[in-house]
């Protein structure tokens, strides 16, 4: 039987975590950490892509949920041409076991491998079985193509409380959201999904793509020339919170 979860904590936990998100049912809270706080730790270091200090660079990170597709190949070819990493919330079902080559490919070129679960399935709607199982099919079949295991999890369509966070640091996760969306996912001209990104990014921001739709990639070249020339530079999630990293159980956006 499912439990009922709507997860409310006091105001008093709020100024460790500096945000309190509403969930899109309107009635779940939950509290989320910064980029920012989460760089005051000091127990992790830069990965890949150089060493990007995002304490004193102005830092975005560039992130693609849902693939990997058939429009990735095309998408890793014009990162590793701007060189600039990105981070993928990978599905399983249809996606990872359908593409494994496009997914060692990821790895291989130094981006960020994270879970957007397996099924997409809503997960503040489904058993906790079903959760466990949404978060461990899909870091199975990553960390069988690649050799490591993600310790990211972004949940479908940004659902999720503090209940879904128990189960994701049972598996390991730390939850990561967004503050910058293009609304690629209804098909607008790219020329559209680079203006809407580039308008909405500022220091810190985490930028929602999804490279299975058509006109995404095509407005990836643009975001990352325009974004550069403002003076942003690119890195994965775990670079952004550099020194510190995501913490599993907790919720992270900017």
């Not at 940004?158 to 390991?172: Q, Y």
Request: with cysteine; charged share 30%.
């Amino acid at each position: 039987m499912m439990k009922k979860r709507n997860g409310f904590r006091a105001a008093a936990t709020l100024a460790a975590a500096g945000t309190l998100a509403f969930g899109l049912s309107g009635c779940t809270q939950y509290d989320t950490t910064k980029p920012s706080a989460a760089r005051k730790a000091d127990d992790a270091k830069p990965a890949a892509f150089g060493t990007v200090d995002c304490r004193k660079a102005k830092c975005v990170a560039l992130t693609f949920d849902a693939g990997p597709s058939e429009n990735s190949a095309k998408l890793l070819d014009i990162l590793k041409e701007k060189q600039v990493p990105a981070t993928f919330f990978l599905l399983g079902k249809n996606h990872i076991a359908k593409h494994p080559e496009l997914v060692k490919r990821m790895a291989r070129e130094g981006h960020e491998l994270a879970s957007h679960t397996w099924d997409h399935k809503i997960l503040t709607k489904i058993s906790d079985a079903e959760i466990r199982d949404e978060f461990k099919r899909t870091d199975d079949a990553v960390e069988k193509l690649t050799g490591k295991r993600p310790t990211l999890m972004r949940p479908p369509q940004g659902r999720t409380d503090d209940h879904v966070s128990e189960l994701a640091k049972e598996e390991g996760l730390a939850q990561i959201l967004w503050d910058v969306t293009t609304k690629d996912y209804t098909v607008p001209p790219s020329k559209t999904i680079t203006e809407r990104a580039v308008k909405q990014t500022h220091r810190d921001s985490i930028i929602l793509l999804h490279d299975l739709y058509k006109n995404t990639v095509p407005a990836v070249p643009g975001i990352i020339d325009q974004l550069k020339a403002k003076g942003y530079v690119f890195v994965t999630v775990p670079q952004l919170f550099a020194p510190g990293k995501p913490v599993p159980g907790k919720i992270y956006k900017p």
